[in-house]
């Protein structure tokens, strides 16, 4: 079991910026990946950006490259979101979400969510 806690969001003006972070309950090195999702209002869950532990790598959308850089500390087990340049269409709940691989069987672990919401 991995739970996780999301943390950093708040209201912003556009242009503005927010850090989003996730703190995980064990080690990250366990963790085969990590990411950050979001849900709009009537709208399905959507990858924001995604880091990989082997090998290290990140993948983003398209919508938020360039504007948003995932990362991670693994001494602290939490990977953060920095947003930059946020856009009222970045308003959503957004979700940290842990993907495990053990003897095989993948399993998925979600945070509680974090508001995050850009006025214009």
């Known amino acids: 079991q991995v739970q996780l806690v999301e943390s950093g969001g708040g209201l912003v003006q556009a242009g503005g910026s927010l850090r989003l972070s996730c703190a995980a309950s064990?080690?990250?090195?366990?963790?085969?990946?990590m990411g950050w999702y979001r849900q709009a209002p009537g709208k399905q869950r959507e990858l924001v950006a995604r880091?990989?532990?082997?090998?290290?790598?990140?993948n983003y959308q398209d919508s938020v490259k360039g504007r948003f850089t995932i990362s991670r500390d693994n001494a602290k087990n939490t990977v953060y979101l920095q947003m930059d340049s946020l856009k009222p269409e970045d308003t959503a709940v957004y979700y940290c979400?842990?993907?495990?691989?053990?003897?095989?069987?993948?399993?998925?672990?979600w945070g509680q969510g974090t508001q995050v919401t850009v006025s214009s």
């Open positions: 880091i990989t532990s082997f090998p290290r790598s990140t």
């Open positions: 979400k842990a993907e495990t691989v053990l003897f095989g069987t993948t399993s998925d672990y």
């Open positions: 064990t080690s990250i090195f366990s963790i085969n990946a």
